[in-house]
């Protein structure tokens, strides 16, 4: 099946600095990828679509500018935390759809934590 | 409205019985449902989907029941399992392409 992959699985980072979270896919190519946010103990939010070739459509709420994205290739996609701050610290899940209708293959997930 | 939940609901179910698990959708429009299985510090993985022409959805040990009248969808594992330990989100998509809105999830404990 699919594989969509994620890189660091695991980063902490001081306040103030910015992270970088890249999400492959790795046996196929994805034009569109979403980023999510999760917070403990709670559920998924949508926070972007990532569009190979053009500008990220960021859902209501989600600062552009704080949440950098780019999706360099048809199988990369990364998500930059500018000026990362305490309350930024959650579970990044990024997902990549399959060719099946409303197909969706899943990252790892990379947890964020910033001091 | 989106449904996401700020806290998370619990269901025990002791190994081998038949565990249900439940979920109440927002948008009377979505057109398209799915169960994801999240295990701790994992992202979501893909159990069943329903489309909303269908009422029910057979899959191996799973089952989805979608009652569109009261926008509820329904989860059944059978003889559960001690793998079957993780967190089940519903996920809702109302038509935009590939978009899905998830729901609050439930964690399902099971107790050998």
């Known amino acids: 099946g699919a594989v969509v992959s994620q890189h660091p699985s695991r980063v902490i980072c001081k306040s103030g600095t910015s992270v970088k979270i890249e999400c492959r896919s790795l046996?196929?190519?994805?034009?569109?990828m979403f980023w999510y946010r999760q917070f403990p103990k709670q559920s998924l939010m949508l926070m972007a679509t990532?569009?190979?070739?053009?500008?990220?459509?960021?859902e209501q709420g989600v600062e552009k500018d704080k949440f950098l994205i780019n999706h360099a290739s048809l199988t990369l996609s990364t998500l930059t935390v500018t000026s990362a701050h305490p309350e930024d610290s959650s579970f990044y899940i990024c997902s990549a759809p399959g060719l099946r209708y409303n197909e969706q293959f899943f990252g790892p997930g990379t947890r964020l934590t910033v001091l | 409205g989106e449904s996401v939940g700020l806290h998370l609901p619990t269901l025990s179910v002791q190994e081998g019985d038949n565990s249900i698990i439940n979920c109440a959708y927002s948008?009377?429009?979505?057109?398209?449902f799915i169960w994801y299985k999240q295990e701790s510090g994992k992202g979501p993985q893909f159990i069943i989907d329903?489309?909303?022409?269908?009422d029910k959805r057979q899959g191996q040990r799973v089952t989805v029941l979608l009652n569109k009248t009261v926008k509820h969808l329904s989860l059944q594992i059978a003889a559960t399992q001690p793998g079957d330990s993780a967190v089940y989100f519903c996920?809702?998509?109302?038509?935009?392409?590939?978009?899905?809105?998830f729901g609050t999830g439930t964690k399902l404990q099971v107790i050998p």
């Open positions: 996920a809702e998509n109302a038509g935009g392409y590939q978009k899905v809105t």
């Open positions: 948008n009377s429009a979505s057109d398209y």
């Open positions: 990532s569009n190979e070739g053009s500008k990220a459509t960021y």
């Open positions: 329903i489309r909303s022409n269908m």
């Open positions: 046996d196929f190519q994805a034009t569109t």
